[in-house]
C-alpha cells in the first residue's frame, strides 16, 4: 500500500510540475528584453568626412550617439541627449524618457552641428550648437508600390540631351526628337504600336548624337484576389487584386534599339538572339558615347550575357557570358566597368566558385581570373583603377573555420597579393570611409560578442577599439550563447553547419524536445552568424522549453555550384537529408536532446520545407507548423522560382508540391495563412488544405484575417506553441478562453 501511495505521489508530483502555466508563456514573450541586458552594443556607423563618423550604440541606458574623430582616435557624445529631450517633449506634449528615446532616420551635416530627423509625423531640425529644436513640414506619407507591378514603358517624361539642345521623347508608340532652338520635331522610329512600343526611359550618349532604349513587345498582365474579410472600415468584405506573375507566364521582351540624332536615323540591332528572354536590363552607354551596354537574361536562367553595342555600326558583342546546365544565379552576379568599360570585373561561377574575373571590355576576353579558390566572393566594395587593386568581402577563405563567415580582402587585379584586412576568425561588417582607406569594422560571432574597431583599410591594422559589448548582465539570468554545431552531410563528406540553442534555465539533465526552424530558400544561408541576444524566431519558444535548432543544408547558398545546385529542380529536398543526419549527430553528443520528439517549423519557403519534411520524413519529423508557405511551386513568383525550378514547366513542379505529397500526412500538421498575403499567393496553402481534406487527413488550419505573408503574428505565435508543447510534450496547453 505504501508503495503505490509512493508511485501515485511521484506521478502527481511529475504531472504537476510538467504544467505550462500562462507565466511560463509570459517569461517566454519577455525574452526581448535580452536586448536591454546587452551593453556598449554599436549598431551602425555614418561617415560625415573621410575622418569624422558617428555612431549609435544600444544597451541598458537606451539609445546612444556619439562621434568619433579619425584623426585624434577621441570619441564623445555627438549631442547632449538630456537637452535635446527636454525640447521635444516641451514641443510635442510628450513625456518621452531617456532610455526609450531614439531619432528616427537621422542624418547628419558634415560639421556635426545639426540632426535633422523625424519626430511624431514631423520633420525636425536640432541645431546642437544653439540648443534649439524646430519643427518643420509634416512628413508625406509615401505611396505604396507593390513590388510585382510591372513597369509602364511609357512612364516617363521627354529626356533632356546632355548638351541641352534636344529633347526625345515617345509619341504615338515611336522614338522622336525636337530641336528646342528650331522646334523641329523628328520622328526616328516607325514600327512602334500599342502591343509592341518602345520605351519611353531613353538614354542619350554624352555626345548628343545617339540614342539608345529597348523596343518592348507588352505581355498580358496577370493578376491574383484576395477577400479581406473583415475590413476596419465597412461591414461587407473587400475584394483585392495584385499583379503578379507566376512561373510559365509570358513575359515582355526587349530588344535593344539604337538612334542617330545627327543623321536622324535608326541604326539596326539585330535582337533576334534575345527573344527568348527572361528580361534584358541596365542599358548604360560608354562615357566616349563609342558603345552602349546591357545585361541579357535568358528564360529559364541557363545563359546569362553582358552586352554590347557599337554606336555606329549597331553590331553586337558578348562581353560576359554565364551558362550552366542547371542555372545562373543571376542575384549574385556584380559588374564592375574600369576606364569607361574597357575592362571590367565581372562575377562567374564558372569553375564552380563565385569569383571575380577581370574582361576585356571590347573583346569580352578574359584576361585573368582575380580570386580563386574553394571559398565564395561576395561584393566588390571599391576598385583603385590606378593601384589595379580591389577591396572585396569573401567567405570561407580559412580552411577549418566556418565557412560562411565574412571577411574583407584586398587584393591586385592580376590575382596577386591577397590580403585580409579582418582577419579576426569572426563575422565581419564593415562601413568604410569615402577614400576606403579607413573602415569602421564590427565582428561577432553567435558565440562572441561583438567588438566594433577603426582599421587602416591597408594594412587591416587596428587603430582604436570603438566598442567592446558586455553580455555580464544577460549571462546573470541564465543566458547562453547558442553553440555552433557541425556535423557530416547525407555524403559523409561535406561539413554542415547549425546551431543548438538552449532554454536560459537548461538543465542538462532533463529531456527537451527538438525544434527545427528552417528556411531553407536557396541563394544565401540562413543560419545566423553574428551575435544575438535576442532573436524573435526562436528565442521564445526555446523558453518554455526546448532546445531549438538552425541549420544550412545542402541546397542553401554560399558554398559550392555543386552545394547549391543540389535544390535546382528538386527543393522539396530542402537539405532534409542532411538536417536529419546533423541533428540525429547532435542528440549523439547530447542525450538531453530528445531525438524522438522532433517537430519543425517556417515560414514562406519555410513553411513549404516544413511541410514537405513532415510529409516525407514522418518517422524523424513529428509534428510541423507552417505558415505562409509557397507550397506548390506553380503557385508562386516567377522570379524566384523559375530560378530553382526552370522553365519550362515540367513534372518536376507537381513532384515537388506538397498538394501531391498531402495524401502522405501520417504526422501532426498546422497551417498558418494570412487572408491578405501578397508575397505568396494564399491559395498556395488553400489548395493543400484542399488535397488534405480530400485525402482524409486531421490536422489544423489557422486563417488569420486582414493579416500578410506572416509567421502568425502574437495570435498564430500562440497557436504554434500550444501545437508544439501538446503533441511534442503531451501537455495541455493553458485554457485561453479563461
Known sequence: MRIIYLLVFVALSHSVLAQISVNDYK????????????????????????????????????????????SSLNKKELFRKDLLLRQYNSLFGTNKKSDSFSLKNLKVDNEA??????????????????????????????????????????????????????????????VFVKNLKTKEETQLSNDGSAGDLYSAFLKWSSDSKKLATFKVRQHHKQYFYMI????????????????????????????????????????????????????????????????????????????????????????ITILAEEKSKTYVEYIQNQRWDLNDGEEMIWKSERDGWFHFYLIDGNTGKIKNQITKGDFYARDIIHVDEEKREMIFSANGVKKGADPYLLQYYQIKLDGSKMKNITPEEAH??????????????????????PITVLRDAKSGKKLMTIEQ???????????????????????????????????????????????????????????????????????????????????DGMGTGYRSKAFADVAWKNLKDAGLPDRIKWIKEAAKKYPYMDINKVGIYGGSAGGQSSTAAVLQYPDFYKVAVSACG???NRMDKIWWNELWMGYPIDKS????????????????????????????DPSSTLQVVDALIKAGKEFEFVILPGVGHTLGGKFGERKRRDFFIKHLMGIEPPNWNK
Open 27 to 70: 517569461r517566454a514573450d519577455s525574452t526581448y528584453l535580452f536586448n536591454s541586458l546587452v551593453t556598449h552594443h554599436q549598431l551602425e556607423a555614418t561617415w560625415l568626412t573621410d575622418s569624422t563618423f558617428w555612431y549609435k550604440t544600444n544597451g541598458s541606458e537606451g539609445i546612444k550617439y556619439k562621434l568619433v574623430s579619425t
Open 113 to 174: 552641428n545639426t540632426l535633422f530627423f523625424e519626430a511624431e509625423n514631423y520633420h525636425c531640425t536640432y541645431f546642437i550648437d544653439k540648443d534649439k529644436l524646430e519643427k518643420g513640414k509634416a512628413v508625406e506619407k509615401k505611396e505604396d508600390t507593390y513590388w510585382a507591378t510591372s513597369k509602364d514603358d511609357l512612364d516617363n517624361d521627354p529626356v533632356l540631351s546632355p548638351d541641352s539642345i534636344w529633347m526625345a521623347y515617345i509619341k504615338n508608340y515611336n
Open 228 to 315: 479581406e474579410s473583415s475590413p476596419k472600415d465597412q461591414l461587407q468584405p473587400k475584394l483585392h487584386k495584385r499583379e503578379y506573375l507566376k512561373p510559365g507566364d509570358v513575359v515582355p521582351i526587349r530588344r535593344p534599339a539604337l538612334f542617330s540624332v545627327e543623321d536622324k536615323k535608326q541604326i539596326h540591332v539585330d535582337g533576334s538572339a534575345f527573344e527568348h528572354q527572361f528580361y534584358a536590363i541596365s542599358l548604360k552607354w560608354r562615357n566616349n558615347s563609342s558603345a552602349f551596354t546591357f545585361e541579357y537574361n535568358e528564360r529559364g536562367h541557363q545563359k546569362y550575357q553582358v552586352v554590347k553595342v557599337d554606336a555606329t555600326s549597331g553590331k
Open 428 to 449: 565581419h561588417k564593415a562601413w568604410f570611409n569615402e577614400s576606403k582607406t579607413l573602415l569602421v569594422d564590427k565582428y561577432s560571432k553567435v558565440d562572441k560578442a
Open 469 to 551: 559589448s558586455d553580455v555580464s548582465k544577460l549571462q546573470q539570468k541564465g543566458w547562453q550563447y547558442p553553440e555552433v554545431f557541425t556535423a557530416k552531410g547525407r555524403d559523409d563528406k561535406t561539413d554542415i553547419w547549425g546551431i543548438i540553442y538552449r532554454p536560459s534555465n537548461f538543465d542538462p539533465n532533463k529531456k527537451y524536445p527538438i525544434l527545427e526552424y528552417i528556411y531553407a530558400g536557396p541563394g544565401r544561408n540562413h543560419v545566423p552568424k553574428n551575435f544575438f541576444a535576442y532573436e524573435w524566431k526562436f528565442s521564445s519558444i526555446a523558453e518554455l522549453g526546448f532546445i531549438v535548432v538552425q541549420i
Open 630 to 632: 509557397c507550397h506548390d
Open 653 to 680: 513542379y507537381k513532384e515537388n508540391s506538397n498538394v501531391t505529397m498531402a495524401k502522405n500526412l501520417e504526422g501532426k500538421l498546422m497551417l498558418i495563412l494570412g487572408e491578405l498575403d501578397d508575397n505568396v
